[in-house]
């Protein structure tokens, strides 16, 4: 008999069994993989000597979580690594644009109108600091510095496409915070797709957008590691297949999705929980390729070589387009793609002079469609010559990309939509969205607020639900 059982081992879960622990519960995580992680893995995609990040590469939400930063994950092994600018974008000009370490550096490098424009956007939200991104990891109610967050909102709220056009006045600086904004796998014109850009380009800005060395794998060992040491207990290779599989504790936290949930409690839910969940809308997919290359990516621009994350998709009239199109049950002719270049910061993930490469679009949830010639051939159009360095390439799609991990339901790797709707009532319109009408049991995924992203936070607000609830128990 345990107090708390939590089922999955991505950053929420893992977030979810530190917190119970920490709070003086016996916890038992159980993660139907071999091994830990979830969202947060690095393996052997293509060929010995290569370490690739299988799912998250790039970690701003980490760097600003009130609960990773509660943890000293330094102490457990991760080294954070700042490429000396976060972001790139290359242009068909054969310029690229960039996001620097400060809103004024960037500004600066956008120059003119569109250098003041930037400024004007995003030096206000870089004064707010850590209280606006506490505002925005927090749990929904009661909301958290409600003034700030209502001023946030008047820009948030609008779509990307929107803010742009009215705030930002060059092709550039629209580019780059199109980009951005399209981190939201949803049209660009829908409501508070402007939020996602704010928040990522502000965050490149203030914390940075750093990879760990080794690998995301790295995070999820550093945070086992301290679960460990609180006592806690970790079994892998075990799928929960029931809730009836887990009556040996007092408090059960699921890292699942609405569907998961559904099979696991049967006919245990009824009623409105059940309608909403089974309303639950999932996002877009990915198709994701990881390449081992001989040589760095030979970027027309050289600015692209400063970053660790670069955005290939042009313009942003270009890049609303392909984000619209998985909406519609199609897959954009010139993909909106994002890269990560970890290698060239990391010198442990490939042998001497040779790379390592991660890219993915989006595409209709569950499509089946072979993505693999239209990015590749974004990366010619902006590093011309780039085929010719491929050594070996892994190649994941939506169904690919379910079957490693049943959390990414279609390919949709946010656990769900985060359309204006989802965003905040995550996944059904309750006080706590971390509790279920069954009695102990919660979910604590990023089906959750916040939402998507190695965070931890879904994990940390479900925690504090259990533990509000069990309190008077004790
Ligand atoms: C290609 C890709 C790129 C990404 N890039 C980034 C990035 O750069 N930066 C970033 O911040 N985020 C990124 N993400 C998103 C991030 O990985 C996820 O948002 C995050 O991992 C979600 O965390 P979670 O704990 O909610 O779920 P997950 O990390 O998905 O973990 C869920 C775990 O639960 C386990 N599980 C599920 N059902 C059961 C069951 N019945 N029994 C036992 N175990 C079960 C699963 O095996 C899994 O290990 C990326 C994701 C992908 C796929």
């Excluded at 392909?322 to 442990?348: I, K, M, N, Y």
Aim: charged share 20%.
């Amino acid at each position: 008999m345990v107090d708390a059982i939590v089922v999955g081992s991505g950053p929420n879960g893992l977030a979810a069994a530190i917190a119970l622990a920490r709070a003086g519960r016996s916890v038992r995580l159980v993660e139907g993989a071999e091994t830990i992680g979830g969202g947060m893995r690095t393996e052997a995609l293509t060929l010995p000597g290569f370490a690739h990040d299988t799912c998250s590469a790039i970690h701003p939400l980490a760097l600003a979580s009130p609960f990773f930063r509660s943890v000293s994950l330094a102490e457990h092994g991760v080294e954070w690594i700042h490429s000396p600018a976060p972001l790139a974008h290359p242009l068909d000009d054969g310029t690229a644009v960039v996001l620097e370490r400060t809103v004024e550096a960037t500004a600066a490098g956008l120059g003119g109108r569109d250098g003041e424009a930037w400024l004007k956007l995003f030096a206000p939200l870089a004064a707010a600091g850590d209280d606006l991104v506490e505002a925005i990891l927090a749990a929904p109610f009661p909301p958290k510095h409600p003034l700030l967050m209502a001023r946030f909102g008047t820009k948030a709220a609008r779509s990307a496409v929107g803010l742009a056009r009215a705030r930002l006045t060059g092709d550039r600086a629209r580019a780059l915070f199109a980009g951005n904004a399209a981190h939201s796998m949803l049209p660009l014109d829908a409501a508070a797709t402007a939020s996602f850009g704010l928040v990522l380009a502000l965050l490149g800005q203030t914390v940075g957008w750093p990879l760990p060395r080794g690998g995301s794998q790295t995070i999820a060992d550093a945070l086992a590691s301290y679960l460990r040491s609180l006592g806690s207990e970790i079994e892998t290779g075990r799928t929960v297949t029931s809730l009836d599989e887990l009556h040996d504790a007092r408090t059960v936290l699921l890292d699942v999705t609405p569907r998961q949930l559904l099979a696991l409690a049967g006919d245990r839910l009824d009623g409105r929980y059940r309608r909403a969940l089974q309303r639950y809308r999932y996002g877009p997919g990915v198709f994701k390729l990881d390449w081992a290359l001989s040589g760095p990516i030979p970027w027309r621009a050289a600015e692209c070589s400063r970053a660790a994350t670069v955005h290939l998709g042009g313009t942003l009239d270009e890049i609303a387009a392909s984000e619209r199109a998985p909406w519609h049950g199609q897959t954009a002719p010139r993909p909106f793609v994002l890269v990560a270049q970890q290698s060239l910061f990391d010198d442990s993930r490939a042998p001497a002079g040779q790379h390592t490469v991660w890219a993915y679009c989006h595409v209709p949830n569950g499509s089946a469609s072979d993505m693999t010639e239209a990015i590749e051939a974004q990366l010619e159009r902006f590093a011309p010559g780039f085929r010719d360095l491929v050594l070996a390439r892994s190649a994941m799609g939506p169904v690919e990309m379910e079957a490693h991990n049943p959390n990414y339901v279609g390919g949709d790797i946010n656990g769900g939509a985060a359309n204006l709707r989802q965003l905040f009532l995550r996944p059904a319109a309750r006080i706590s969205p971390y509790t279920t009408p069954l009695d102990g049991v919660y979910l604590c995924s990023s089906s959750t607020p916040p939402g998507g992203g190695v965070h931890g936070m879904c994990g940390w607000h479900a925690a504090q639900a259990a533990l509000r609830r069990d309190g008077g128990r004790r």
